[in-house]
């Protein structure tokens, strides 16, 4: 199955086709129910011809096999897989156990110690030939039924059930003409690595290092900050940050569409000398994931690696800054899957909602909060405008901090760092985030949307209160967001049996303006929404007036507690961000267990009267249209 969406993904990838994405799933809905399955995403005006694609792949397999480079592909990212599994052996977290435990008594599955998985897997993977996998899908082919599940808009063009059924058919009837195996991969994403760049300043950030704290900060003459921090909190795994100030705020208004297609179009693309099947080929046997973002008021990338192919990660960024792409195919793509919203919001309900949310909030600047692009918008998109813009975002490392937190060596990441980053070129320009977020309303601001179909509807509140949080204020904060959403599951859920996910949350934003924002969303019956509000209101205002009940207060405080005492390489690598802006320091971090104990109901109840004032919010409902 792998091999089958391997192919259909790089026909996506590299030209048009009724489908703009294929992956596989086991379609395991029900205990002892074994499916292996591709599936397509495609529009609803090309179910029929993504069918007959997705048949004819099938068919294909059946009549000539697998070649040997592609089946080493699939091979390669599974063993990936495996290798970082084994490798994080020691640091795995309770609750992977209790899976694990569950399912070896519910299913019998087989649970071995971590070296015999690792030596049977290998074994296996080593086993697989083109000709075993060949034969054991068609041997499953043959006592097993097709199985065809068509999901669309109910004005889609699907075929019937026996038209689907007589597609395959008609697919295993037809000689089919082989594919080419791919060809041999390079293996390298850079032919030559470039010459390493010395640091022109290194010093640790902490005073007193721990045993997960002791970050290096260098800083390079291309003007770029790198934090590398050895932590032992998960064996084998190294996580990546890196943020840049700007972002959609310092974007023109002509060139805001590109920039925000920017991310999944460069991201879909190939890299460098690379096409996309070809960097695919390259990364399939290396644990390695990077995401791009152009958010608001800055650039980012997020990522992480196995720590043995920590620098196949530190090549990807240099990549991105130097010679990103934009390719026809993947910004075709794009388009395709972003035009069926952009015509109709309301077939998601969920789409609907955020767009009269965003709406109400932001208004006509609403466009740099919800990156939700227009018809016309998304087909004035080119190839070049995207990667002009994206390298404008991108190609300047000079006010750019970096972070490299976990299972690492800090001399050999240091070398990798002053290769691939510290070569960076850079322009010496720095920039700035510009505010162009609009106040909240003010009052109460009331919003109905009728979207999709079914017997679900949605409230959803937004407060939005100016209020620069100290690190008591967001602590307590997080114990309002614990009490809400308890209160909302007792209170709503269980007594009235009206909702199927309430959930508050209360967070602070710095940036462009030092906001508290909550969010509230509760799901039931449409024909009782109005009710719905009323509930929610009644208990914020009961929780302003009166404080939470000590056994609630008492819950949320452990909780807090609790999660205060977790960290993570994620958690660290934004600590060193915010260290870094001065918005806090290492004794704050030190010192937040022993804040958290001392905070008092009151507080909690001061901060609900502040956070989530009365009479001023925006709320909206969707019902089903």
Do not use: C
């Not at 690696?305 to 920590?310: F, I, P």
Request: hydrophobic share 40%; no cysteine; charged share 20%.
């Amino acid at each position: 199955m792998d091999v089958i969406a391997d192919r259909l993904s790089d026909d996506a990838a590299l030209g048009a086709q009724p489908f703009t994405s294929a992956s596989v799933s086991d379609n395991e809905n029900v205990r002892g129910i074994d499916a292996p399955s591709v599936y397509v995403s495609t529009d609803g005006a090309q179910l029929r011809p993504a069918l007959e694609a997705l048949a004819a792949e099938f068919a294909r397999v059946s009549q000539h096999g697998v070649g040997s480079q592609e089946l080493a592909r699939a091979v390669a990212r599974i063993r990936a897989a495996v290798q970082d599994a084994y490798d994080g052996r020691d640091s795995v977290q309770d609750y992977d156990y209790a899976d694990q435990y569950v399912s070896a008594f519910l299913e019998g599955t087989p649970y071995p110690a971590a070296q015999e998985e690792y030596d049977l897997a290998n074994a296996i993977l080593s086993s697989i030939t083109p000709e075993s996998v060949s034969a054991a899908f068609t041997a499953r082919r043959n006592v097993a039924a097709p199985h065809v599940l068509i999901v669309g808009p109910q004005d889609a063009d699907a075929p019937t059930v026996e038209a689907a059924l007589q597609i395959v058919a008609d697919a295993d009837a037809t000689e089919q003409s082989p594919r080419d195996d791919l060809a041999q991969s390079s293996g390298e994403l850079l032919a030559d690595a470039p010459d390493a760049v010395e640091e022109t300043s290194s010093e640790l950030l902490i005073d007193e290092p721990s045993a997960f704290l002791e970050p290096t900060h260098l800083v390079f003459p291309n003007g770029l900050q790198v934090v590398i921090d050895s932590t032992p909190i998960a064996e084998g795994e190294v996580t990546f940050e890196a943020r840049s100030p700007g972002g959609l705020s310092v974007v023109s208004d002509t060139d805001l569409p590109a920039a925000i297609a920017a991310t999944g179009v460069v991201g879909a693309s190939g890299l460098g000398t690379l096409d996309v099947v070809q960097l695919d080929q390259v990364l399939a046997d290396r644990s390695v994931g990077l995401q791009l973002s152009i958010e608001p008021t800055q650039e980012a990338m997020y990522g992480g690696a196995n720590t043995s192919d920590l620098e196949t990660l530190l090549q990807l960024v240099h990549l991105y800054f130097t010679s990103p792409r934009a390719d026809q195919a993947a910004l075709d793509n794009y388009v395709a899957g972003a035009l069926p919203f952009a015509d109709d919001p309301t077939r998601d309900p969920d789409t609907a909602g955020f767009l009269a949310l965003a709406d109400a909030r932001w208004g006509d600047a609403a466009l740099r909060w919800t990156s939700a692009l227009s018809r016309d918008q998304l087909l004035g998109l080119t190839a070049p405008d995207i990667e002009r813009v994206f390298g404008d975002r991108f190609a300047n490392p000079g006010d750019w901090i970096m972070t490299i937190t976990g299972d690492l060596d800090v001399g050999e990441t240091t070398d990798l760092v002053r290769t691939y980053l510290g070569s960076l070129p850079g322009t010496g320009v720095t920039e700035a985030w510009v505010d162009l977020q609009p106040d909240p309303p003010s009052g109460i601001t009331e919003r109905e949307v009728q979207a999709g179909t079914g017997d679900k509807g949605s409230l959803t509140v937004l407060y939005t209160v100016p209020w620069d949080a100290s690190t008591r204020d967001e602590l307590t904060l997080q114990l309002l967001s614990t009490v809400m959403t308890s209160r909302l599951t007792d209170h709503v859920r269980e007594e009235l049996g009206a909702s199927y996910s309430p959930y508050a949350v209360t967070f602070t934003e710095d940036e462009p303006d030092h906001d508290v924002v909550t969010y509230v969303q509760i799901t039931g019956d449409p024909a009782g929404m109005a009710d719905l509000a009323a509930v929610l209101q009644d208990d914020l205002r009961q929780l302003r007036d009166d404080g939470p009940a000590g056994t609630e207060f008492d819950a949320a405080h452990q909780q807090l507690l609790s999660d205060l005492d977790y960290t993570s390489n994620e958690a660290l690598n934004s600590l060193f961000f915010d260290v870094l802006a001065g918005d806090v320091t290492f004794d704050d971090y030190f010192g937040e267990s022993a804040l958290a104990r001392s905070i008092e109901p009151d507080e909690l109840r001061d901060a609900a009267r502040r956070a989530v004032p009365e009479s001023d919010y925006i709320q909206v409902v969707v019902v089903p249209a």
